[in-house]
């Protein structure tokens, strides 16, 4: 079938190409990138990421300097006979505290590369030898505060090389939970930006969704085919052929309600999808009496199968306007559908020769940008020449309506 708008001749979902969905503007993308450097369309979103990274920055410094101040303050009421000054012991708590503020740059790195979601031996001993890294890091940190502001006077050790042993044996098993409590809370936060993350490609997968029903509305009501189902109607009433006329007229309504009652899902069953392309074929064939044949091959059982909906027809309407109508031979339309285990496999062939110099055009561009959006790449769309004709073959997951 010479397709006029046809796709490459393998579509394949792999290939690069725009993301209409935005799904590369993930949390990540922003941070290489900023706002500066995302499309103007996407700029607003990477802001926002950007804002909440700051207060999650933010939040964590006031965390830790939240428990630095209630430490501080316990101690230094624990220890008011004393007679220790408070601003060093609060100074001393929340620098100690705040140290694991510094530090959670480093582990949230080591995080992103060794990922413990789920666990593998390797990133389980890169954390463990990180921590132990880190805790003599923090204590020596620690031991240095100790001894340059002597927060308690003088008690207390009054040299690095006296405080810092001290502090790695007996802060150690201390230091490890802190290690774990500051990874966790970056898986946590992790998960909270992949969360967002997915609620947004939702609503924009929705609005894309949205979209690609309009387009395939536009293919079902567009100028061509109704001024050509039209004219074949006035033609039919002039020759007095009224009951092919009716059967034209209700077609035509069939295939509208079926566009209009079925805009707002996402998937129906196979049954639908080749009921309402049956019904088209049949206002095809009395456009061609004698050029158009077509058959369905789909047994009971395959046809429980939830495909997009609107999936077939803008199929078939190519193969019938690419392929049977620009040639006086008869033609052929033959529709193939069966499972292969886990996947519903889909033929449609038709009679006629795919060009050369073939373009994507609005129809199947829409098929292949569906496909790619509802299956994230788990499906099979292709287009190709074959003996006596063109075949279009789609391979999706099996499932069945909800």
Not at 53 to 65: A, D
Not at 255 to 267: F, I, K, M, P, T
Not at 291 to 310: G, K, N, Q, T
Not at 331 to 345: E, I, N, P, Q, S
Request: glycine share 8%; proline share 7%; net charge positive.
């Amino acid at each position: 079938m010479v397709r006029n708008g046809s796709p490459p001749a393998r579509v394949c979902p792999g290939l690069p190409g725009a993301d209409p969905v935005g799904c590369a503007l993930d949390t990540a993308g922003c941070s290489r990138r900023g706002p500066a450097a995302a499309p103007p369309g996407d700029a607003a979103n990477c802001r926002s990421v950007t804002r909440r990274r700051r207060s999650l920055w933010i939040l964590s410094l006031s965390f830790w300097t939240a428990v630095g101040l209630v430490c501080g303050t316990q101690i230094w009421i624990s220890m008011i006979d004393h007679g220790h000054q408070l601003w060093r012991v609060l100074a001393y708590e929340v620098l100690i505290w705040n140290g694991w503020f510094a530090l959670s740059p480093a582990i949230g790195w080591l995080a992103r590369r060794a990922g413990l979601v789920p666990p593998t031996p390797r990133a389980v001993i890169a954390h463990a030898i990180a921590a132990l890294v880190i805790a003599p890091i923090h204590s020596a940190w620690w031991a240095l505060l100790l001894v340059e502001l002597r927060p308690y006077d003088a008690m207390g050790h009054h040299r690095f090389t006296a405080a810092f042993p001290s502090i790695v044996f007996s802060g150690l098993p201390l230091q490890l939970w802190f290690y774990c409590g500051v990874l966790a809370a970056h898986y946590a936060v992790e998960y909270y930006d992949k969360y967002r993350d997915r609620e947004r490609v939702a609503a924009r997968l929705e609005v894309s969704l949205s979209e690609a029903r309009l387009h395939a509305l536009e293919l079902q009501i567009q100028p061509h085919f109704l001024f050509n189902t039209l004219n074949s109607v006035s033609a039919l009433v002039r020759t007095a052929r009224h009951g092919e006329a009716v059967t034209m007229i209700a077609g035509l309504s069939d295939l509208l309600r079926y566009s209009l009652d079925h805009a707002g899902e996402q998937r129906v069953a196979l049954a639908q999808e080749l009921a309402i392309t049956e019904r088209y074929l049949q206002i095809e064939r009395l456009r061609f009496p004698d050029r158009v044949a077509f058959e369905i091959d789909a047994p009971a059982a395959v046809r429980r199968a939830a495909v997009p909906a609107l999936l077939l027809q803008p199929l078939v309407e190519n193969a019938i306007r690419h392929g049977i109508a620009p040639s006086a031979a008869p033609g052929r339309v033959a529709l193939r559908a069966w499972r292969d285990g886990a996947r519903l496999r889909i033929e449609l062939f038709n009679t006629g020769r795919l060009a050369p110099d073939h373009r994507a055009g609005v129809g199947l561009r829409n098929t292949a940008d569906r496909l790619r959006h509802l299956y994230r790449g788990d499906h099979q769309f292709e287009l190709a020449a074959c003996p006596g004709g063109v075949i279009a073959q789609i391979a999706l997951p099996w499932s069945e309506p909800g």
